[in-house]
């Protein structure tokens, strides 16, 4: 009988253990999942398509005639409006050589709002509504604004904040001459 329970008692133990090694096992594998998946300088930029305000789509991802920027932002950000003229001033500046898509957190956001941010720092860009938030979720955007600087061949080249005007035009450029 004691050799019985025993067996019993091993079995148990064995069993509780397999189970405490998966579980952690796979807790692990979820921790790592959203790392190895998140956007990296000199990987791949994560592909998505998306409306702007002047209802034309624009894509995000792969080959592209041009450098790209990708500015995520939201109306009630101040560090966005205090960013917003360099990027008016960069774009400008390098018109034809890069493209700059402003991607606005829409979640957070009013359109109301949006379009009149919009219009008082006239962007001359394309702007795109991420409706859902959900490309700024596959961009592990935690902070706004973020800039994705994204080379000719759709490598991510470099993650930004706000910058200097002088950095930010050192950056386009350095992106721009690959």
Sequence with gaps: MLRKNMMIL???VFLAGFAVYQNARNAHKETLLPTEQAPKVNFLAPNFTLKGLDGNDYVIGGPREKPLL????A??????EEEAPDLVRVYNKYQGQFDLYAVNVTPGDKLENIKKFVERY??????????????ADTYRVVAIPTSF???????????IHVLSAKDLDKRIENLIKG
């Design 10 to 12: 091993v079995l148990v």
């Design 70 to 73: 990708v500015n995520f932002w």
């Design 149 to 159: 600087l994204i080379d000719k061949n759709g490598v991510i080249r470099e993650v």
């Design 122 to 135: 006239q962007y001359p860009f394309p702007v795109m509504l991420d409706k859902q938030g959900t490309n």
């Design 75 to 80: 109306s009630w950000c101040g560090p966005c």
